[in-house]
């Protein structure tokens, strides 16, 4: 895909990932962006920030009908929507202690959110025949995130949803990716590494933390190529390649590596 003319929509848009995804396909010629954000003011910033080609809408993932009429705003405004992210992302920093509230939290946000989204937009990219959807999923779903064990479960969880959508869809031209990077300078990542949160740390131990710029730059490379995994950190790929020949071993790795960093 390439994104002049296209019609973008960009859950959690209003910062971070989203806000750079956002205005990135607006660079890139996007006839239409909207940031939609549970904070809509911070939406409607980052869309005036952008341009008259942006738009911001408030939305709040965990809510269907919310979602629904997202959908239904963006395809009366515009026609159509061609790509859909379904950005929005919680984690807990808690482990299987985490109450059962942060637990609901995290499924609602990080796979129901893809569920609903994907419900409302794709029978208008059936009917037409075409559509893509970008899901951020983050590498915890093809790993873990040490120390939180929520986002590790639903993270999986929402890499296997995007993986039945591109298998149920692709021959309907329905397109689908999931962006899995690892550290990315977001107050996800930052708050974590100044708290001392191991889990933080391990993921600034692991690989180059990223600008959200270039995040938006692999994703902008990956909807050319219509690659289903968005790796922002090539070295993800690694990681799973071991993990899969030999996992046994990545474990021991991995709390190796969990013992380093708690001394």
């Known amino acids: 895909m390439r994104l002049a003319d296209r019609v973008a929509v ?32 911070a939406a409607t910033a980052v869309a005036a920030g952008i341009g008259p080609a942006a738009l911001g809408l408030p939305v709040d993932v965990t809510d269907e009908r919310q979602v629904r009429e997202l959908v239904g705003e963006v395809e009366r405004r515009y026609g159509r929507i061609d790509l859909f992210c379904a950005n929005a992302g919680v984690t807990s920093g808690a482990g299987i202690e985490a109450p059962d509230a942060a637990w609901q939290r995290a499924w609602s946000v990080n796979v129901l959110g893809h569920v609903y989204a994907a419900r409302a937009v794709l029978p208008g990219m059936l009917a037409r025949g075409e559509g893509y959807l970008v899901n951020t999923c983050s590498a915890a779903g093809l790993l873990t995130a040490v120390g939180d064990a929520p ?16 298998v149920t869809y692709r021959d309907a031209g329905i397109r689908v990716s999931a962006l899995c990077p690892q550290g990315v300078r977001t ?26 710029e270039a995040v938006a730059d692999a994703v902008v490379e990956g909807l050319a190529e219509e690659r289903f995994l968005i790796l922002p950190h090539p070295e993800v790929a690694d990681y799973v390649r071991r993990k899969a020949a030999e996992p046994d071993g990545w474990l021991a790795a991995m709390r190796s590596m969990v013992a380093r960093l708690r001394r």
Do not use: C, N
């Open 187 to 212: 107050p996800m990542l930052t708050d974590g590494i100044a708290a001392g949160h191991v889990g933080a740390l391990v993921t600034a131990a692991s690989g180059p933390v990223l600008t959200p």
């Open 151 to 166: 986002y590790t479960a639903t993270k999986h969880a929402a890499v296997g949803l995007a993986e039945w959508l591109a």
């Open 10 to 41: 960009v859950t959690r848009g209003a910062g971070g990932i989203g806000a750079a995804l956002a205005r990135r396909f607006a660079a890139e010629g996007a006839a239409a962006v909207v940031v939609a954000d549970l904070d809509a003011d």
